[in-house]
């Protein structure tokens, strides 16, 4: 489903310093597959998701992103959005001044429109948004705020899954979705997660705890390190790393 | 940052088709001679068969005009205004024959339709002339809102009139009131913004052309909202808007001010005065949706806004809100302001400003605090794109009597791209210690963050920096009566839009 080949990229040099960050991502997630990504900090996770999501900061300089057989690699973020690529921010955006739910309207008709499908009413949104709230024990006064302005972290990571249940992306990105999450939140998130899998749909989710994943329960396990995936492995992949850390990969590091 | 870069790029190519009401319309009209001296304010005053005194007014104004400077202490530039070079005075030829809307020409008023203000059909569907029972539930859906259609130098129609005359509220054109109504105009004129007041005004005062002219009278409750849509249509010909709105006390009206200008290559002048007098209890919003022609993107042509609103807050509790929504105009200057004199008498001013292209800002408010315990509270939210400049202007001032006066002022600028300049300039002053007054500002630039968080969700730039402008401006937009809310959000949209794709 998405295909990542010999993937090059570098922080976009009219933003300063010609930064090298991806160097050589090879990556395939079937569909119905979760796979875990796994590494120390600052080795390219998110600036992985970033490019994967379109963001213009970064420039690819080799390889392929291809999803569900098409090269995605030179669409607009909102071209991938409407294709079904949908990131869990590791760091969710405020954006004062504009509800939640008034936002999550646009975007879910934008992307509609962009598929050529019909806009989903405010009523049927509306049912839709009530359903999902409840999954994820969000209330009534979080929904009417401006998206993410004034949450916790936790909460803001919870509105997270709100959104991707209610824009039912095709693919999920998770960026260390559980950072922040207590115990029970963790698991309320996890629930919602796991309510989204199914055969058609693929998830990438990057984390650096055992605990999501005990709840995800992901079909492969890569380790990343130095802009590369480094090591792939079932599930037990996980537990080794949680007991032994990163530092034999630390000579991949550049 | 590049997905900036490209907004920015695509506002810089901000082309005149985006402004959808640039055209002009064919019809005949009668000009006053070119050039200003006493014979033309003698034209003008005769044209509108004004009394004798009137025409006294607009002499002595114009001999003070005369020995008055141009204001250049504004934060705009433009190269010197040949006042010898202009007409001050165009009308439909027979314009002051018409005594209903049958008698309109069609050509305006399908140019009213056109610019979205259908003036017989509101009349039709929901007026008092007969169509009562088809209109009853219509009414109840649609809100009501009674049109004066200044066109150039007249008005074209007033719509509700005789609806409005029931309740006992006088919506009509000022020319129209100087005949009907002559002891209230004479009482009012000139009492909120003094003939000598400013340059613009006092050129005002000696050529004004047409403008509302409302008074509800005490205990009354406005049925509907009033407004006045202003229409510059002629060539080379300049606006000078006289609007006078009297709320005697325990009235409430919602007035709404609407104006745009076909393209045309050269700089329009348009110099209004508005003047709201607010009695004890009485209350007056006032909103504005401007959206005068601002000039192409490389600056060429567009209206010059210079305009002096000023509210008289005369009785006690007396309120005057001020919402404006500023897209348009090559240039604007303007300070709607409240003079609080009344005891507990409370001012507003909410301020979006939009500067696009080349387009210049300079505005604000200023509120005098006179009376005792008088509030006032001034949101303002600037957006400047493109090579604009924009700043905020803004007074308190608060008198030695003014004990237990209050003010809270928010500024906030938003930065489009690095080639706009945004500025704010506040000036504070109170003579006594028994004053509140707070003063927040902030700048910000576009979100990168914000705008790619917004596309990751499948919005198209466009659509996300509208709506990231959207959230920007919220406390303001909220103020404004919501038909007017649905028009100026889309009008932000428009004033931002690159010509993408
Ligand atoms: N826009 C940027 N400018 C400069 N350095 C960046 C930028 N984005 C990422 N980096 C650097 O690239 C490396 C990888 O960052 P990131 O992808 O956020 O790591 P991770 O998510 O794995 O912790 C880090 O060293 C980070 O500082
Ligand atoms: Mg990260």
Redesign the pocket.
């Known amino acids: 489903m998405l295909e990542i080949k010999n993937l090059h990229a570098r922080?976009n040099p009219e933003?300063g310093a010609d930064?090298a960050?991806l160097k050589g991502v090879d990556l395939t997630v079937p569909a119905g597959e979760v796979h875990a990504v796994m590494?120390p900090?600052?080795?390219?996770?998110?600036?992985l998701s970033y490019v994967l999501a379109g963001h213009e900061?970064y420039e690819t300089t080799d390889g392929a992103i291809r999803f569900e057989g098409e090269d995605i690699g030179e669409l607009e973020p909102e071209e991938r959005a409407a294709r079904g690529l949908f990131l869990s921010f590791q760091y969710p955006v405020e954006i004062p001044g504009v509800p939640t739910l008034t936002f999550l309207k646009e975007a879910a008709n934008a992307q509609r429109r962009a598929r050529g499908e019909a806009e989903i009413s405010a009523p049927d949104f509306m049912k839709l948004a009530r359903e999902n709230a409840a999954k994820l024990g969000i209330s009534n006064d979080m929904l009417k705020r401006p998206v993410n302005v004034g949450f916790s972290g936790g909460e803001k990571k919870r509105m997270e899954i709100f959104q991707a249940l209610m824009l039912a992306p095709r693919f999920l990105i998770l960026d260390e979705t559980d950072s922040g999450l207590d115990i029970d939140a963790l698991k309320v998130v996890a629930e919602g997660v796991n309510a989204l899998r199914n055969p058609e749909r693929g998830m990438l989710v990057i984390t650096h705890y055992q605990r999501l994943l005990d709840h995800l329960k992901p079909d492969v396990v890569h380790v990343m390190a130095g802009g590369r995936i480094v090591e792939s492995g079932g599930p037990e992949l996980a537990h080794k790393l949680e007991a032994e850390g990163y530092d034999k990969y630390a000579g991949e590091a550049a | 940052m590049p997905a900036v870069k490209e907004t920015i790029e695509d506002v810089r190519r901000l082309e005149a088709d985006k402004y959808k009401y640039g055209f002009s319309t064919e019809i005949e009209q009668e000009f006053a001679p070119k050039g200003l001296n006493e014979d033309i304010v003698r034209f003008i005053s005769e044209k509108k068969n004004e009394p004798e005194w009137m025409l006294e007014w607009r002499l002595d104004a114009f001999r003070r005009w005369l020995k008055m400077d141009e204001p250049n202490w504004a934060k705009v530039g433009y190269p010197p205004i040949d006042y010898q070079d202009a007409y001050y005075y165009a009308a439909p030829k027979d314009a002051a024959r018409y005594k209903s809307l049958d008698e309109v020409p069609e050509e305006i008023l399908e140019t009213y339709k056109k610019l979205g203000i259908p003036l017989r059909e509101a009349e039709v569907l929901l007026g008092v002339e007969g169509a009562e029972d088809v209109t009853a539930a219509e009414a109840r859906e649609r809100p009501r809102v009674a049109v004066d259609a200044v066109f150039d130098s007249v008005s074209v129609a007033t719509t509700f009139k005789a609806e409005l005359e029931k309740a006992g509220v006088i919506f009509m054109s000022i020319s129209e009131a100087l005949h009907a109504h002559p002891e209230l105009v004479r009482q009012y004129l000139g009492s909120v913004v003094p003939v000598t007041d400013n340059f613009f005004a006092t050129l005002n005062s000696a050529v004004f052309s047409d403008g509302s002219f409302v008074y509800v009278p005490p205990g009354v409750r406005c049925p509907m909202e009033l407004s006045t849509y202003f229409r510059m249509n002629a060539q080379g010909t300049g606006q000078f808007e006289r609007t006078l709105i009297i709320a005697d006390k325990g009235a409430y009206v919602s007035y709404l001010e609407g104006c745009t200008a076909p393209m045309r290559d050269e700089n329009q002048l348009h110099a209004a005065v508005v003047e709201l007098v607010a009695l004890d209890d009485a209350e007056i919003k006032y909103s504005t949706v401007q959206n005068w022609w601002p000039g192409d993107a490389e600056g060429k042509g567009g209206v010059y806004n210079f305009v002096t609103k000023r509210a008289d807050c005369r009785g006690r509790n007396s309120k005057v809100s001020w919402t404006q929504v500023e897209t348009g105009s090559a240039i604007t200057w303007k300070y709607p302001s409240c003079v609080l004199r009344g005891d507990n008498s409370q001012g507003e001013f909410y301020s979006i400003a939009v500067t696009n292209g080349r387009q210049q800002a300079d505005t604000g408010t200023k509120m005098i605090h006179l009376g005792r315990n008088t509030r006032s509270r001034i949101i303002a939210k600037g957006i400047s794109a493109g090579r604009s400049d924009q700043t905020y202007r803004g007074l308190v001032s608060v008198h030695a009597k003014a004990a237990g006066a209050r003010n809270f002022t928010q500024c906030d600028s938003l930065l489009i791209g690095d080639q706009c300049g945004a500025h704010t300039v506040p000036y504070i002053e109170a003579k006594t210690p028994h004053a509140t007054l707070e003063h927040e500002a902030t700048t910000s630039k576009l979100s990168e963050d914000q705008l790619f968080y917004a596309r990751q969700r499948g919005l198209d730039e466009e659509t996300a920096v509208a709506l990231l402008v959207n959230g920007f401006c919220r406390d303001v937009l909220q103020e404004l009566p919501m038909e007017f809310a649905v028009e100026a959000q889309a009008l932000l949209k428009v004033s931002l839009e690159g010509s993408v794709g």
């Not at chain 1, 900090?41 to 600036?47: D, E, F, I, L, P």
């Open positions: 922080v933003e930064l960050i590494g900090n600052g080795c390219g996770k998110s600036t900061g």
